[in-house]
Every structure is written in structure tokens, then in C-alpha cells.
């Protein structure tokens, strides 16, 4: 079976910092996504991207960037973090067109000061 | 716009009654799934339905994509069944998958 770690588990930063946070799969899904899950709002779609390469913008992209060097990661860099910020972001991936298939990782728990 | 509807926003049961949670959509689409979030814990999808009826265990998601809306059933609830469940459908275009707000649920003893 396959695994899809975000790193770190927990991040804590400081007001106008650039933070990145960090995805693995090793399912060689195609598609990799990130999310932002705040109480009450659901989750949010920030980037995702198609393919190796590919960057394409969600609803919630401004204030974020994304690459995708590689197949197997995908890394979020929140560009200027905003004081009292709290929020979990989440990672996911899938197979092309195949949405049934939507792995999640655990999540990045951020916490600004 | 809150494209995902989900109802109700919680949910208190007595362990062994059955438990109803309704999603409903502000656009047609054809893909629809539910996911479950243990408090702290990580999504994971319980049920692809983009139409129809489909049961898994003691789950059963009936999806009437002509009204826009997809139910999950839980029967004969356990405590461990304790959690969040959220529900989901792909906009046209594919790939962007919306989520609603989710329905927290909690089963005592």
C-alpha cells in the first residue's frame, strides 16, 4: 500500500514569515491537490496540480504559492504568514479522473504569532 | 456562495439509533463523495456515489443528481462512528472538488 506524509506536523510562525510546507506520495497518482481546512468552512481547494510541472490556481490562492518539481511531492509556501493565523492545511492526491480514488494526508497544523 | 450544503451541522445520537445526513448542491454535478474525519485525524473517503444508491457496511449514500442532493445513512450507530463527515462534488472542469461544511457527529453510550 501507498502513504502520503505532509511535513511538518506542526508549524508555528511568526508574523510576515515565508513558511513552506511539504507533501510525499508514493501512489505515482497523477494528481495532487492542497487544502486549507479552517472550523466551520469546510476545506478549501488552494492549488492544485495535474502533473509534474503543472501549477493550477484554486479558490483560496492568493497569499500562496506552489510547486510541483517532482511527481511524488508538492510543496505549499504560505508567501507572508498573517498574525493569529490558525488553520490546517491538507494535502491529497489522486489518479487522473478518478476522484473515487482521493487520498488525504494528515495535515499541517499551523499556528501564527 | 456555499456551492456544498450540508445538514444538519451536528448531530447527537444514542449509541444503536440511525443517523441521516443530507448534502445538497448549488450546481448539477455527476460526481459526488463522502468523507469522514476523525477529531485530529485524516480524511478518508467513505463512499464514491455519483448516483443512485451504494451501501458499504453500514453506510448507504442515495445520490438524485435531477435534485441536486445526496443523503448518507448510518445505521445501527457505534461510538466510534464519533467524527466529522463531509461531502463532496467535482465542478465542471474537473479536479476542482468542493466540499461542504460537514456534519459533526457524536454518538454516546
Known amino acids: 500500500g501507498g502513504i502520503i506524509t505532509q511535513t511538518p506536523k506542526f508549524l508555528i510562525g511568526q508574523e510576515g514569515q515565508k513558511l513552506t510546507l511539504k507533501c510525499q506520495q508514493n501512489f505515482n497518482h497523477d494528481t495532487m491537490y492542497w487544502y486549507r481546512q479552517d472550523s466551520g468552512k469546510g476545506l478549501r481547494l488552494i492549488y492544485y496540480s495535474i502533473t509534474e510541472n503543472d501549477l493550477q490556481k484554486g479558490d483560496l490562492s492568493e497569499g500562496y504559492d506552489a510547486s510541483r518539481e517532482k511527481k511524488s511531492s508538492f510543496s505549499l509556501t504560505v508567501t507572508s504568514a498573517q498574525k493569529n493565523e490558525m488553520a490546517v492545511f491538507l494535502c491529497?492526491?489522486?489518479?487522473?479522473?478518478?476522484?473515487?480514488?482521493?487520498?488525504f494526508g494528515s495535515g499541517t497544523r499551523l499556528l501564527v504569532i | 456562495e456555499q456551492q456544498v450544503q450540508q445538514s444538519p451541522a451536528s448531530l447527537v445520537l444514542q449509541e444503536a439509533e440511525n443517523a441521516e445526513l443530507q448534502c445538497s448542491f448549488s450546481i448539477f454535478t455527476n460526481q459526488v463523495q463522502w468523507f469522514y474525519q476523525r477529531p485530529g485525524g485524516r480524511l478518508v473517503s467513505l463512499l464514491y456515489?455519483?448516483?443512485g444508491t451504494k451501501q458499504s457496511g453500514r453506510l448507504t449514500s442515495t445520490t438524485v443528481i435531477k435534485e441536486r442532493r445526496s443523503s448518507l445513512h448510518i445505521s445501527s450507530s457505534q461510538i466510534t462512528d464519533s467524527g466529522t463527515y463531509l461531502c463532496a462534488m467535482e465542478r465542471t472542469g474537473g479536479y476542482k472538488v468542493v466540499f461542504g461544511s460537514g456534519t459533526r457527529l457524536l454518538v454516546s453510550p
Open positions: 491529497a492526491s489522486s489518479p487522473q479522473g478518478a476522484n473515487s480514488d482521493y487520498t
Open positions: 456515489n455519483p448516483s
